[in-house]
């Protein structure tokens, strides 16, 4: 039963900002490693961001470092991902992802989809130039 319901997607002009919100349940929440990977049409599925069980490790792919903010509220079960200064380069459906095998430790491998266990449904993000 567990699931990650994603919301926050929409609309914005480049320079702007959006936070997407990934709000999970059915899972022991603080020992997942947690990403948002984003997928544009016709594109491969690219990791965006990751953070630790505890939140005080994280990392970002290099194009959004500087601009994005990975960060989770282990209370409430969520994780978010706060953008800014959007570029019309970061237009793609943006997903939340959970590890459940990892006891919330990074590993080289939470750089890529596989080590991922569930899946969120995918918000769109569109920025405008």
């Known amino acids: 039963q567990a699931q990650l319901v994603e919301s926050g997607g929409g609309l914005v002009q480049a320079g702007g900002s959006l936070r997407v919100t990934c709000a999970a349940s059915g899972l022991t929440f603080n020992a997942c490693v947690m990403a948002w990977f984003r997928q544009a049409p016709g594109k491969e599925r690219e990791f965006v961001a990751v953070?630790?069980?505890?939140?005080?490790?994280?990392s970002y792919r290099n194009s959004v470092k500087g601009r994005f903010t990975i960060s989770r509220d282990n209370a409430k079960n969520t994780v978010f991902l706060q953008m800014n200064s959007l570029k019309p380069e970061d237009t793609a459906a943006y997903y939340c992802a959970a590890d459940v095998n990892a006891g919330g430790l990074i590993t080289l491998q939470h750089y890529g989809p596989r080590p991922y266990d569930y899946w969120g449904q995918g918000t769109q993000v569109t920025v405008s130039s």
């Open positions: 953070v630790n069980g505890d939140g005080a490790r994280t």
